[in-house]
């Protein structure tokens, strides 16, 4: 559809919008529940419903025009004040953002939409219009967006099915005259289609549009070709389906390929580049083109001097020169370096506005009552991290309303006030960014943890008394581990804990507890604020080198060989009065050398929330900037290697 670069253009241009428009659309959503009578809010969440439909009007997409004109529809009587806020109408709208969510997503990927069924929310929004109620009056049925449109046509609607077969053999006659359409061929056509759609197709969840023939086919025999083709389908055939689909095979012709493919295909060409865009205040633009401006004039600079040299005028006063503009060049590439790394990070809150929908719907689902608190949404992180976050983040949030907060009345009667609380912060600790997610529920309990994975067979009776109470927290991360009585559609499968720790661990993070028995639960997520740059320790084992994050190193001690004992077959070190599990890195990283005495080696003790190893090393090289590079497809799988780089002698 769009052949020229400027329609492709376009169409990047209302993917972002339309994005950027629903992920401030859910939070403003929240807001407006809680302040109904705030018109400003309710005029911004009416613009960004009115935005989305007229720009997706004029881009072609029918089904998400309207579905925001129906929106529009309820909004502009609340703004009319013919309406007021109330659960059902937020619920409603919120089902709408669901919808346009999903569509967009779709379009962004280049995939269809014409089997997304939003029939019975149309339905919700016409009943709350005219002011009616939703209970008892619509089935709360939920409705699944499915990847084709699926119908129930059954042995009992032998009638529906012959009048499709009926319609659709006097369509296929019409069409297969010769000549241009007369305007009684062209009404005749669509009113067979509107009978097909009205007595089956509706029930599907898509429908034949007569008018797209018009639309796509120059030639008349084109038209009759493909209505002759869907003519001869025979309807045997649809029933004898288990899922009894309808709207697939019909839509699946010529009819709705002809106008939407070349929309897809070019979707498909720009999702890339809209999928990775992100908005970048000017100023921190401009302030790179500034430095930019300063590296060309030290680059100008010191080819002269260069050029000096060559010369033979190698004079003190060259060569302070030369020393001079060395220096400065470092200091605007490093400045370069952070304005680059700037133009990357974007505000958490881009993550957090996810959580005020996640905690009404579970308070809604358990019949709990829930507040959330957010603090820190300002506080900056690499876009990559955010990306990767979201999940975990989903996972805690559901946690703590699902086992954390317990339900109003057993709140009341353990005296605490009948609406929980579930809080979600951030801020920056020197190069991390530190988020907690805490609520006033439970809490945890060691014992009934250790309980639990014993009976699992995680650990040993005896490991069991062993444990601290951090080290029992740490327990639910293993994987397969739940303490949840009852398996609910939320959480307590036992796969969740585990994979949360697994992404906070690829994004270099770690993850701590505190919890209090009855007073409630705070989980400690610690990243670092970009995993492009990170300060690394240099270490040399034997002939090789290898950075360990700085954020990661605790301290560094000499390896003293009368602390060193073996405890079940692995080497651990006593340091101070804490014992550690002892790794010697050249094993791990099957790195050859002859000596493996620990005399003169060191100790590098790393943390990872409450876990403490040593790792020891031939020698200390210091501490650097370093640019982590990936290890590509092949390579990417090495246990304990997260990437490469290149120092400054260019080594790798």
């Given amino acids: 559809m769009y052949n020229d670069p400027e329609m492709q253009e376009i169409f990047e241009a209302f993917v972002v919008e339309s ?21 400003e809010l309710l005029n911004r969440i009416f613009r960004a419903f009115h935005t989305i439909k007229g720009t997706s009007s004029f881009m072609g997409f029918d089904k998400i025009a309207t579905l925001t004109h129906s929106a529009e529809d309820i909004l502009n009587k609340l703004r009319k004040f013919e309406l007021k806020v109330n659960q059902e109408i937020i619920d409603v709208l919120l089902e709408v953002y669901d919808f346009l969510t999903l569509m967009v997503e779709r379009v962004k990927k280049g995939e269809d939409i014409s089997d997304v069924d939003y029939t019975n929310t149309l339905k919700k929004i016409d009943i709350l219009k005219s002011g009616g109620s939703l209970q008892g009056t ?32 006097i369509a296929g006659e019409i069409v297969s005259k010769p000549g241009d359409f007369s305007p009684e061929e ?11 759609n009205k007595s089956l197709m509706a029930e599907a969840g898509a429908k034949v549009d007569a008018e797209v023939l018009f639309k796509t086919s120059t030639q008349k025999e084109e038209t009759a070709d493909v209505l002759v083709s869907v003519d001869k389908r025979e309807t045997s055939e649809i029933e004898q389906h288990e899922d009894k689909t309808v709207g697939k095979p019909l839509t699946e012709t010529k009819v709705a390929q002809t106008e939407s493919a070349k929309t897809r295909e070019v979707a498909k060409q720009s999702v890339a580049s809209s999928a990775e865009t992100i908005r970048i205040d000017v100023t921190r633009v401009e302030n790179l083109m500034n ?8 680059r100008n600079r010191l080819e002269q001097i260069t050029r000096n040299l060559l010369s033979g005028d190698v004079t003190k006063e060259t060569l302070k020169e030369l020393e001079e503009t060395t220096s400065q060049i470092d200091f605007i590439t490093s400045e370069i370096q952070a304005s680059v790394m700037r133009m990357r990070m974007i505000p958490i809150g881009k993550l ?3 959580a ?17 608190i957010m603090e820190g949404e300002e506080t900056e992180i690499d876009k990559g991290i955010i990306d990767e976050l979201s999940d975990p983040l989903v996972h805690m949030l559901r946690n703590a309303c699902d086992h954390g907060i317990e339900s109003p009345e057993e709140r009341i009667r353990l005296g605490k006030p009948e609406v929980g609380t579930v809080y979600l912060g951030a801020e920056q600790e020197g190069n991390n960014i530190v988020i907690r997610i805490s609520d006033d529920g439970k809490g945890m309990d060691p014992e009934k943890i250790k309980a ?3 009976e699992r067979g995680l650990i040993t009776p005896e490991e069991a008394t062993q444990m601290t109470t951090k080290e029992a927290y740490q327990l639910i991360f293993q ?22 720790r697994t992404n906070i661990l690829k994004l270099k993070g770690m993850i701590d507890i505190e919890s209090e028995v009855g007073v409630g639960t705070t989980f400690i997520i610690k990243l670092p604020l970009t995993l492009a740059i990170i300060q690394g320790l240099l270490v040399r084992v034997h002939s090789e080198i290898y950075a360990i994050p700085l954020a990661s190193v605790l301290e560094v001690v000499d390896c003293d060989v009368s602390k060193v004992s073996t405890i079940n077959k692995r080497e651990v070190i006593k340091i101070r009065s804490d014992i550690l599990p002892l790794i010697r890195l050249s094993r791990i990283l099957n790195v050859n050398g002859q000596n493996e005495s620990l005399d003169d080696k060191y100790v590098v003790v790393v943390g990872i929330g409450e876990f403490r190893v040593g790792l020891v090393v031939d020698e200390l090289l210091g501490q650097q900037e370093i640019v982590i590079k990936s290890l590509g497809e092949f390579l990417g799988h090495i246990d304990g290697i997260a990437g490469v780089t290149i120092l400054g002698d260019g080594s790798v």
């Fill in 19 to 39: 994005t950027e428009l629903l992920e401030n659309l859910s939070q403003d959503l929240m807001l407006i529940e809680d302040n109904p009578e705030d018109e």
């Fill in 138 to 169: 619509v089935e709360p049925a939920e409705e699944k967006i499915t990847e084709g449109a699926s119908g129930a046509v059954s042995s009992s609607e032998e009638k529906s099915s012959s009048k499709v077969e009926e319609v659709l053999s």
């Fill in 186 to 196: 062209y009404e005749l056509i669509n009113a067979a289609f509107a009978e097909v």
């Fill in 291 to 298: 430095l930019s401006g300063e590296l060309v004039l030290g």
């Fill in 352 to 354: 957090f506005q996810k």
């Fill in 356 to 372: 005020p929908r996640i905690v009404r719907d579970l308070a809604k689902q358990f019949n709990k009552k829930i507040q959330l």
């Fill in 452 to 454: 639990k994975a014993i």
């Fill in 479 to 500: 994987p397969g581990f739940s303490t949840a009585q009852i398996i609910s559609n939320v959480s307590g499968r036992g796969v969740g804990m585990d994979v949360v």
